[in-house]
């Protein structure tokens, strides 16, 4: 598998559902990065988390990092048809202070109103 | 809030010429850097550039890429002589003085070479 592959690909739910998406990994990294984009448009930053931190939590999203596993998880609880967007997860393996960051395929998020 | 701006939001240009793509990164931010997204695939990251200079680059920023920052606001991507398969969106980045923190993305130049 690729640096940063998601999945499902493709993930349909009815507003007010959750949203679990899904990213593995196969290097080490000093951080994992959630990113949105609607269609056509720019990335949208949604969370960082770093490689000794296991969850953190920004407003209605949920993020999980394992290490020993080399996967995250995205969790958006009680969906929108606003979050209707492709999310992507991306690793940061930089040896300097800059950051280079290696983004995953996505998963296309259709949330139904 | 603070933003990176990219201009111009869609650039069409014929094959062989040249392109430079434009970003305004954030006022503070002393990284930068450019990412393409061909239609329908990954983010692929191109350049990070620091203190004047290339910090790191990918393969496919071969001969034909240049990055400038001409002066204290503006960062450039220059593509010499634009092939088809360019045809994708760029986008911009910019991070804080601590680094190995998030990139903050431009919405993104669409080119267009044909």
């Known amino acids: 598998s690729q640096q940063g592959e998601e999945d499902p690909q493709a993930l349909s739910i009815q507003e007010g559902e959750n949203a679990t998406m899904n990213c593995s990994y196969k290097?080490?990294?000093?951080?994992l990065q959630w990113y949105r984009q609607n269609s056509g448009r720019g990335l949208v930053h949604l969370i960082l988390?770093?490689?000794?931190?296991r969850e953190k939590h920004s407003g209605r999203l949920r993020v999980t990092l394992d290490t020993s596993k080399k996967s995250s998880s995205l969790l958006i609880t009680a969906s929108r048809a606003a979050d209707t967007a492709s999310y992507f997860c991306a690793t940061d393996t930089s040896s300097g202070g800059y950051q280079k960051v290696t983004f995953g395929t996505g998963t296309k998020l259709q949330v139904i109103p | 809030e603070p933003e990176v701006t990219q201009t111009p939001s869609h650039q069409v240009t014929q094959m062989g010429q040249e392109v430079i793509l434009r970003c305004v990164p954030i006022?503070?931010?002393?990284?930068f850097y450019w990412y393409r997204q061909i239609l329908g695939q990954k983010v692929e990251f191109l350049v990070s550039?620091?203190?004047?200079?290339?910090?790191?680059k990918s393969e496919i920023f071969d001969d034909q890429f240049s990055v400038e920052r001409p002066d204290g606001s503006n960062f450039t991507l220059k593509i010499r002589s634009t092939k088809l398969e360019d045809s994708a969106m760029y986008f911009c980045a910019s991070s804080p003085p601590k680094g190995r923190t998030e990139a903050f993305f431009g919405q993104g130049t669409r080119l267009t070479v044909v």
């Open positions: 290097t080490s990294i000093n951080n």
């Open positions: 006022s503070n931010h002393l990284y």
């Open positions: 988390i770093r490689s000794n931190e």
């Open positions: 550039f620091y203190n004047n200079e290339i910090s790191e």
